[in-house]
């Protein structure tokens, strides 16, 4: 499979930071909108709503590729934070607490912001010198 799949690995790393982030910022805009969902909304200024920012806003970027690091650094944090002060106290076991989802964006971000953007990415758009092309193919190979 490696050797099949693993031509197309930069497109699919892309495909996941994209559906990835889409799928965050709409935990976002559940919280800040209330859509998709009930309508229902958190108060701006307060644990919640801070959530909500991070996951629109942190969510776009990352979908976007702008800043991706940056933005996965901190998402990846506040899932973190999110799994111990949520989830962690009805139990250890991600299964049974409900906090698979959290520790799996937590992962997720983590390796997006180790890794960057990648293609399709406006971060990616603004390395188009031959060096950092060349560093970008490298990396991303």
């Given amino acids: 499979m490696e050797r099949f ?21 709409m935990h976002g805009s559940q919280k800040l909108f209330g859509w998709p969902g009930d309508g229902n ?3 701006l200024f307060s644990m919640m709503g801070l959530a909500g920012i991070i996951e629109f806003v942190g969510g776009l970027m990352i979908a976007l590729g702008l800043f991706a690091s940056w933005a996965a650094f901190i998402a990846s944090g506040q ?25 799996l964006y937590c992962f997720l971000f983590l390796y997006i912001a180790s890794r960057g953007a ?11 010198d031959a ?9 991303y190979s």
């Fill in 5 to 25: 799949l693993g031509n197309y690995s930069p497109y699919l790393y892309a495909i996941l930071r994209i559906v990835a982030g889409l799928m965050f910022a």
């Fill in 41 to 43: 909304t958190v108060e």
């Fill in 79 to 103: 899932m973190a934070v999110a799994f111990f002060m949520a989830h962690l106290p009805q139990g250890w076991n991600p299964l049974l607490n409900q906090g698979e989802l959290a520790l």
């Fill in 118 to 128: 990648g293609i399709w990415s406006v971060d990616g758009a603004r390395h188009t």
């Fill in 131 to 139: 060096r950092d092309s060349a560093t970008m193919h490298r990396r």
